[in-house]
């Protein structure tokens, strides 16, 4: 089975500036089976990137996913107070149908 | 627009079981498999297990095998999710999802809390 393990835990940033959350598998992964969501306190998570680095239908262009095999990223280049949440990776296909989701990583207000 | 509507809230006693509905919208229903997944308060998402609406094929996470039975019913566009032999740890807010091209979760019910309690 895959473990994914998200680094950091927490990520302390202002608005305006860079976020860069890893995620990272325990063997490789196809990168058509990494996605990223984000989740607000009370709300179900939402689906940001799919395929490693395609954007989900009308997720702003700050957010961009990159990485393969093993190692995956996701970042947002400048952020909005509207970003500050927790995101989390997820794989798909360990059986069939099947999702494995990291940790995941908590970005809040500096 | 796809919408999965889920039933209320449930408290429930340990050793009871639970059974929460999620009714889909907005696509044929038979067309893709729902997936359900949990979070218990303050922690991480945990894929429960998947059942295909077309011919009622099902997947299960592992360590709810013969605790979990995933159903749906095609006439109502419902799918079901019982959990049995509730334990204080199945405390947690339960998810129906969609994942239309099957690798990555496009829609998602609002969740239901089931709360186990003595």
């Known amino acids: 089975e895959i473990v994914l393990t998200q680094s950091p835990g927490t990520l302390s940033l202002s608005p305006g500036e860079r976020a860069t959350l890893s995620c990272r598998a325990s063997q490789s992964v196809s990168s058509s089976y990494l996605a990223w969501y984000q989740q607000k306190p009370g709300q179900a998570p939402r689906l940001l990137i799919y395929g490693a680095s395609s954007r989900a239908t009308g997720i702003p262009d700050r957010f961009s996913g990159s990485g393969s095999g093993t190692d995956f990223t996701l970042t947002i280049s400048r952020l909005e107070p509207e970003d500050f949440a927790v995101y989390y990776c997820q794989q798909y296909g360990s059986s069939p149908y099947s999702f494995t989701f990291g940790p995941g990583t908590k970005v809040d207000i500096k | 627009q796809v919408q999965l509507v889920q039933s209320g809230a449930e408290v429930k006693k340990p050793g009871a079981s639970v059974k929460v509905s999620c009714k889909a919208s907005?696509?044929?229903?038979?067309?893709?498999?729902i997936s359900w997944v949990r979070q218990a308060p303050g922690q991480g998402l945990e894929w429960m297990g998947w059942i295909s609406a077309y011919n009622g094929n099902t997947n299960y996470a592992q360590k709810l095998q013969g605790r979990v039975t995933m159903t749906t019913d095609t006439s109502t566009s419902t799918a079901y999710m019982e959990l049995r032999s509730l334990r204080s740890d199945d405390t947690a807010v339960y998810y129906c999802a969609l994942a239309v091209a099957g690798t990555a979760v496009d829609y998602w019910g609002q969740g239901t809390l089931v709360t186990v309690s003595s």
């Open positions: 907005g696509y044929t229903f038979t067309s893709y498999g």
